[in-house]
Every structure is written in C-alpha cells, then in structure tokens.
C-alpha cells in the first residue's frame, strides 16, 4: 500500500531510516522515556529518545471521577513499548498531577477521538467493564481529501 503525498512523517517522527526512532529535526526535539529495572544486560536507567508529537489531548469534560479528552492522531493513548513519555495518559498525569490515571480503553495510535480517562480506582472496574461488556459502542468515521488530480 502506498503512502499519501504530504503524510508528514517528517513532523511526527517516523523517521523510517533512524533506528533510534527519533525525528530527522524537522518536528523540533524528542523526549526520552527512562526505563528502570536493571538487568546484567541493560543499565538501571536507559534513557531512549522519543519523537516530539506536536498535539496535545483536549479536555472536553472533566468530572470527579472520569476525564473525557479529545485524543488528536498519531499520539499513542497508552505507554506502547517505544513511547512511553509520548503519550496521552502521561501527558495527563503530567499535566493534572495525578499519577493514578489510567485510559478506561484506548484508541489507536493513528486514531483521533474521544477517551474516558479514570480518576478514581474505586469506580475505574465499572467503566471498563462497560467497555468490555458491550454496553458502550464505539463509531468510527473516516474523513479524507480526494486530491483534485484524481479523476
């Protein structure tokens, strides 16, 4: 499959030739995600370089116990592996100083949406099993733009 013309890899970090996965410098810095746990292998804190993704999550509704935010596209919702910092849940907990966030589902790293996001683990179980059970739905919608070259 192809890729679209003007995708911007560039500003968003998928510097596909840099193994570290960092941004060719185009999208500004990187943030690094330290990882602990020390292993005969592997130092106790790794520091790994991690693309500056230039979108935040919105706030949309915000509520005792839940966050309802508005997650932008090619932000992870959730730490994955190769971004840890990068992500909706850290900048929140970061942002709110709330350690104990956690994202009730996810959505993908490409995807752009509404995500409720717990803030009290006493009532956290109820909205994911409301997710797990069916009983929320979610829809999806794709919007693109048809270049005026294509006939």
């Given at each position: 499959?192809?890729?679209?013309?003007?995708?911007r890899?560039?500003?968003?970090?998928?510097?596909?030739?840099s193994?570290?996965?960092?941004?060719?410098g185009?999208?500004?810095?990187?943030?690094?995600?330290?990882?602990s746990?020390?292993t005969?292998?592997?130092p106790a804190?790794?520091?790994?370089?991690?693309?500056?993704?230039p979108f935040?999550?919105?706030?949309?509704a915000?509520?005792?116990?839940?966050l309802?935010?508005?997650?932008?596209?090619?932000l992870?919702s959730?730490?994955?592996?190769?971004?840890?910092r990068?992500?909706?849940?850290?900048?929140l907990?970061d942002r709110?100083?709330?350690?104990?966030?956690?994202?009730v589902?996810?959505?993908d790293?490409?995807?752009?949406?509404?995500?409720?996001v717990?803030?009290?683990p006493?009532t956290?179980?109820?909205y994911?099993?409301?997710f797990?059970?069916?009983?929320?739905?979610?829809?999806?919608?794709c919007?693109?733009?048809v270049?005026?070259?294509?006939?």
């Amino acid at each position: 499959m192809g890729r679209a013309a003007g995708n911007r890899d560039d500003w968003w970090g998928a510097d596909k030739a840099s193994a570290a996965g960092t941004s060719n410098g185009a999208g500004g810095g990187s943030r690094g995600a330290v990882v602990s746990g020390a292993t005969p292998n592997h130092p106790a804190a790794v520091t790994r370089p991690e693309p500056d993704i230039p979108f935040d999550p919105v706030v949309v509704a915000e509520e005792e116990a839940v966050l309802v935010v508005d997650k932008p596209p090619f932000l992870p919702s959730t730490p994955n592996g190769r971004l840890v910092r990068t992500t909706v849940l850290q900048r929140l907990r970061d942002r709110f100083g709330e350690p104990d966030l956690t994202c009730v589902h996810r959505l993908d790293r490409l995807t752009s949406g509404l995500l409720l996001v717990s803030r009290d683990p006493a009532t956290r179980g109820a909205y994911q099993r409301m997710f797990q059970d069916g009983r929320v739905a979610k829809t999806y919608e794709c919007l693109t733009v048809v270049p005026d070259d294509w006939t």
